[in-house]
């Protein structure tokens, strides 16, 4: 049985700081990796795609990925209020995406 | 315009009645899922469809089936309603194992 892990928190730093969230896997053979963002009372939206092993970076979102540690990890820096949510670590496999219970962020301003 | 919509957006129903949700994704993605989210918010895949064919079948109550008519629709019927699937579900499409695009949820309640 595939799983994805997540610490549900809450998390909660404040305005500015970085937010580091993390995800472990166990299908070690697993290839992509993605970050989706849910709002309360929202539907999931990506926010982040990771395949190789690194950093990715997109305007403050910082995937991190550690193929060998089966470790996926995503930092929020200059965090805003805005980006308080719940974030969903997701791996997909053979038409079945497994997600994580996802972490809640909040950020206080 | 709406990449996945799903209607309706609410069903309030009773138990032992029989509802159906329909989706329409206009993104051109030849796979489909529903997804089944509880009150604790974990998200679990129901079904999976890849060009029209069911592909994953998440061991959900026969009472659930799914129907794709061609690519871009996706519904769900659901018989004999129970208290417990009470919750948002979501429909989502994706150009194979790609990153998947939610549809806005329909919250259904079951008294």
């Known amino acids: 049985q595939k799983e994805v892990e997540q610490n549900s928190g809450p998390l909660s730093v404040p305005e500015g700081a970085i937010a580091s969230l993390n995800c472990t896997y166990s299908?070690?053979?697993?290839?992509?990796f993605f970050w989706y963002r849910q709002y309360s009372g929202k539907s999931p939206e990506l926010i982040m795609s990771?395949?190789?092993?690194g950093d990715k970076e997109d305007g403050r979102f910082t995937a991190q990925l550690n193929k060998a540690s089966q470790y996926v990890s995503l930092l929020i820096r200059d965090s805003q209020p805005s980006d308080s949510a719940t974030y969903l670590c997701?791996?997909?496999?053979?038409?079945?995406?497994?997600f994580g219970a996802g972490t809640r962020l909040f950020v206080k301003a | 315009d709406t990449a996945v919509s799903q209607t309706p957006k609410y069903l309030v129903t009773q138990m032992g009645n029989d509802k159906s949700i329909k989706c329409e994704q206009n993104?051109?993605?030849?796979?489909m899922y529903w997804y089944k989210q509880d009150s604790k918010k974990f998200l679990k895949i129901m079904f999976s469809y890849n060009n029209k064919e069911l592909i994953i079948n998440e061991t959900v109550p026969n009472r659930f089936s799914p129907k794709s008519p061609d690519k871009a629709h996706l519904n769900l019927h659901i018989n004999s309603l129970e208290l417990g699937d009470s919750a948002v579900y979501f429909c989502?499409?994706?150009?194979?194992?790609?990153?998947?695009?939610f549809g806005p949820g329909t919250r259904l309640t079951v008294t």
């Open positions: 990771i395949y190789s092993n």
């Open positions: 989502a499409s994706s150009q194979a194992m790609y990153e998947q695009y």
């Open positions: 993104l051109g993605h030849d796979t």
């Open positions: 299908d070690r053979v697993s290839q992509s």
């Open positions: 997701a791996v997909p496999g053979g038409f079945k995406t497994i």
